[in-house]
């Protein structure tokens, strides 16, 4: 079975700290995304990689930025992180093309004060 | 571009009832479709994906969808839903095409099953 683990379930930062979250894969995938999810707004795609130091913006990539050094491990960067950053956080892994699943994480749930 | 729009962001059932879940897409281009769910706590599953082919398709948990492309619609069925369905529930579409296209998900439906 594909894993997707995630550093942290839940994580309380202050405005103004920068944060780091960390997402591990153990299916040798190529793509590797990192989401927001927030009621009512569903799933906002943040960045993607599709390979190795690769990364592609998505919907929402302001405040945030991404590391991809190794296959398995995609970062996610919040700078300066702002109250307005206080989300739950899903990783997500996909092998190859588009129509192939993509596996989540149990996500991470920020608190920024 | 494209979006999908889950019009009920809450859906209240009684055990045993049936129930469908809505769901419409937009696109220019060809599309594959999937249904996620998301159990309290925890993050997506794959629950079934409409790729080409038959319109009807079959997921895990008894769950199934069909795919109508002059309505551009993929709504989830289920005869008889179970406590344990309840839960959030995502349509989401993607283009055809290369490693790098998005996934783009509605805001979601709570499935909220009652005994």
């Known amino acids: 079975d594909v894993k997707v683990t995630q550093s942290s379930r839940y994580l309380v930062k202050r405005t103004g700290e920068k944060v780091f979250l960390e997402c591990v894969q153990d299916?040798?995938?190529?793509?590797m995304f990192w989401y927001r999810q927030d009621p009512g707004l569903g799933l906002r795609l943040i960045y993607f990689?599709?390979?190795?130091?690769?990364?592609e913006k998505g919907d929402i990539p302001e405040g945030y930025s991404v590391s991809r050094e190794k296959k398995e491990r995609f970062s996610l960067i919040l700078e300066s992180a702002s109250t307005n950053q206080t989300s739950m956080y899903l990783c997500?892994?996909?092998?190859?093309?588009?129509?192939?699943?993509?596996?989540f994480g149990p996500g991470t749930r920020l608190t920024v004060l | 571009a494209q979006s999908v729009t889950q019009l009920d962001s809450q859906v209240p059932v009684f055990e045993e009832a049936p129930v469908e879940l809505r769901c419409n897409y937009s696109?220019?281009?060809?599309?594959?479709l999937f249904w996620y769910v998301q159990y309290p706590n925890q993050g997506l599953q794959l629950l079934l994906k409409?790729?080409?082919?038959?319109?009807l398709v079959k997921g895990i948990n008894g769950f199934e969808a069909e795919f109508n492309k002059s309505q551009t619609s993929f709504h989830l069925r289920k005869p008889s839903v179970h406590i344990s369905d309840t839960a959030e529930y995502f349509c989401?579409?993607?283009?055809?095409?290369?490693?790098?296209?998005?996934?783009?998900f509605g805001t979601g439906t709570l499935l909220a099953v009652q005994p």
């Open positions: 997500a892994s996909r092998a190859g093309l588009s129509y192939n699943e993509q596996f």
């Open positions: 299916m040798d995938h190529e793509n």
């Open positions: 990689s599709y390979d190795v130091k690769m990364k």
């Open positions: 696109s220019s281009v060809s599309v594959y």
């Open positions: 409409y790729l080409s082919g038959s319109t």
């Open positions: 989401a579409v993607s283009e055809y095409g290369g490693a790098t296209n998005k996934l783009i």
